[in-house]
């Protein structure tokens, strides 16, 4: 079965065509906006065409293509166009495909944050009305999306809409690389992890679509992972993969710096640039010699933070990121639809996928290569 893949070069997107290539009988063509992001999916054998973002008209699906799965997103302002305006474009071509060819059936990705703003200890269902606020423009693209889409004649026959909740994984760049290089630079700090999240991993997801595709069924269902954990949980997580930085509670006009905490600080981040030069690492190993052990241990502790040391090809990153009000709010939504419509889904745990992170972080982050575990049944 051949299907069209749009946004096959994101995160989401990759996961998906990776694993329809691994477990066979599911042809992607992928299609793409953008040459720069094609450098993960162009290593693999896979139909790739480009198209510009401000016209999607242009592109003709193949004629034995009876099924579109959409991953793609306007996160900003391109070809001289708004995302909302790119957002009707592609339904407009969606509207325009379906016309001409009547069996075409779409899977349309896309995310928890159209529920914003959520509420302490509730569970969003699929008919909560959508009211994300004013300044959150992507999850107001986002409602768009779903909406421009949903406006098409007889949508509810041939769409299947998937509203995923926090996806982490492989080549996952916000929940995955981003948090995995915050520690390899050092401690992380926070004010309030508290909230909590259902935590879904890529290949759940992935293998979610791919029974849609064999089994195509339409509606609109939240994705969350299986269980509900706190940001803290799910930090820690990563944090004891990567065994060099720490969680560090930073309250609330807590951030102020001694002297020596700033000059510190300052000292690592120079310290992480630097020590890739081959020049450097001979002459702190002549200097080491001539130090007693112990000196040189507090030395490495002091500047690099905990661990033997940090990892290879990684910036230093300032974990402000992570203080944010946005992790002491609960983000949640009901799993009721989706396990009862489709009962062979079975996301796994966060424990559960730590070995797969593990190969992904060596990978990612040494000279190993990644090899993936068989396809999950």
């Not at 779903?146 to 041939?158: I, N, T």
Request: with cysteine; aromatic share 12%.
């Amino acid at each position: 079965m051949k299907v069209a893949v749009f946004g096959g070069s994101g995160f989401l997107g990759y996961d998906f065509v990776r694993l329809a290539l691994k477990e066979g009988g599911v042809t992607p063509v992928v299609y793409s906006s953008s040459a720069k992001s094609l450098s993960n999916v162009a290593r693999h054998e896979v139909d790739i065409r480009l198209y510009p973002s401000a016209e999607p008209a242009s592109v003709t699906l193949d004629e034995d293509v009876d099924l579109l799965i959409n991953f793609s997103h306007p996160f900003e302002r391109r070809d001289g166009i708004s995302g909302y305006t790119q957002v009707q474009r592609f339904a407009d071509f969606v509207g325009a495909a379906r016309r001409h060819n009547p069996r075409l059936r779409l899977i349309h990705t896309s995310s928890m944050s159209v529920y914003e703003p959520f509420a302490p200890g509730h569970e969003f269902d699929e008919r909560a009305s959508l009211r994300a606020p004013r300044h959150d423009r992507y999850a107001r693209e986002k409602i768009c999306a779903e909406q421009a889409l949903l406006a098409l004649p007889d949508a509810a026959s041939w769409q299947l809409h998937l509203r995923p909740t926090v996806v982490y994984g492989p080549f996952c760049g916000v929940w995955t690389d981003r948090i995995f290089e915050a520690f390899m630079a050092g401690d992380v700090d926070y004010r309030d992890l508290s909230g909590r999240i259902q935590p879904l991993y890529g290949e759940d997801l992935s293998r979610l679509l791919l029974g849609a595709v064999r089994n195509f069924r339409p509606g609109i269902y939240n994705v969350p992972g299986p269980e509900t954990l706190r940001w803290q949980e799910f930090m820690g997580a990563f944090a004891a993969l990567v065994g060099h930085g720490r969680l560090r509670h930073r309250a609330e006009g807590g951030g102020a710096q001694t002297w020596i905490g700033f000059y510190t600080s300052n000292l690592r981040e120079l310290l992480h640039a630097v020590r890739r030069e081959p020049a450097f690492n001979r002459i702190a190993l002549r200097i080491a010699r001539h130090l007693p052990e112990r000196s040189v241990l507090a030395i490495r502790d002091l500047l690099l933070g905990r661990g033997e040391r940090a990892p290879r090809n990684v910036e230093a990153r300032g974990s402000d990121e992570y203080m944010r009000a946005f992790f002491a709010e609960d983000r949640l939504v009901s799993a009721a639809q989706v396990m009862r419509d489709f009962p062979d889904f079975k996301p796994r745990a966060l424990s559960a996928c730590a070995d797969d992170l593990g190969r992904y972080y060596r990978y990612r982050y040494s000279d190993d290569q990644f090899v993936e575990e068989p396809a999950h049944g």
